[in-house]
């Protein structure tokens, strides 16, 4: 686990887009924390930024005890969850929990290990051995998350990774994500539009604006607050 700290980072596009004016923000180990707002108001640059996907234009991040600016994704011990599932169709859920971690070569047993826990965790066990084409929506989303457990990361990343999902599916995949919180503990940045996605999840919630912070608070001081 670990903290992670911004420090007015700043997004300036190359076509002149100031997408991010100078955001600061200290998110505690273990804490989840909710970034909300309109569309087109920093949260998808800013979360990016914060995984390595998009360069830093001012302004530093750190992950637990290192300044990540100048760091690959794959050295900022963060993963993240996608709305698109992004799962090896020819591959079964074993073989694409098992995969990234192969490429890391870990031994065998600590890979079964890994993929036996996050799939209790997640009650995806039954599945393991079925290809993603042979899986409903909210299972593959699942296994979009056990993609992400199995690395035991120091922090999760998510970018509106139930947007895709039907009404009711998103309601229940959201019960999943805070079962999964209070078990895993793992700091996490979670971007959505949806005000009812971000209340339910969010230990705190961080509101967005034209690319600053308007609000911070927990969701009873941002929405309940006369
Ligand atoms: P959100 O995730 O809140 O919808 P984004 O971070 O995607 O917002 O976008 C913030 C602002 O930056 C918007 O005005 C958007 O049009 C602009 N933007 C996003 N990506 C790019 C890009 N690659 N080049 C230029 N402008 C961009
Ligand atoms: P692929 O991304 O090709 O599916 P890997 O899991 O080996 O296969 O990932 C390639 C690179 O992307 C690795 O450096 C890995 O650390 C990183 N990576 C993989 N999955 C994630 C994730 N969910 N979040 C962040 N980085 C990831």
Known sequence: MASITLQDVRKTYPNGQEAVKGISLDIADGEFV??????????????RMVAGLE???GGEVRI???WVNDLE?????????FQNYALYPHMSVRQNLAYGLKNRKMPASEIERRISEA????????????????LSGGQRQRVAMGRAIVREPAAFLFDEPLSNLDAKL????RAEIRRLQKRLKTTSLYVTHDQLEAMTLADRLVVLNGGQVEQVGTPIEVYERP
């Open 34 to 47: 909710v970034l909300v707002g309109p569309s087109g108001c920093g949260k998808s640059t800013l979360l």
């Open 55 to 57: 360069t830093i234009t």
């Open 64 to 66: 637990g005890d290192r």
């Open 73 to 81: 994704p794959a050295d900022r011990d963060i993963a993240m969850v």
């Open 119 to 134: 799939a209790r965790a997640l009650e995806i066990e039954t599945y393991l051995d079925r290809k993603p084409g042979q």
């Open 170 to 173: 998103r309601v229940s995949m």
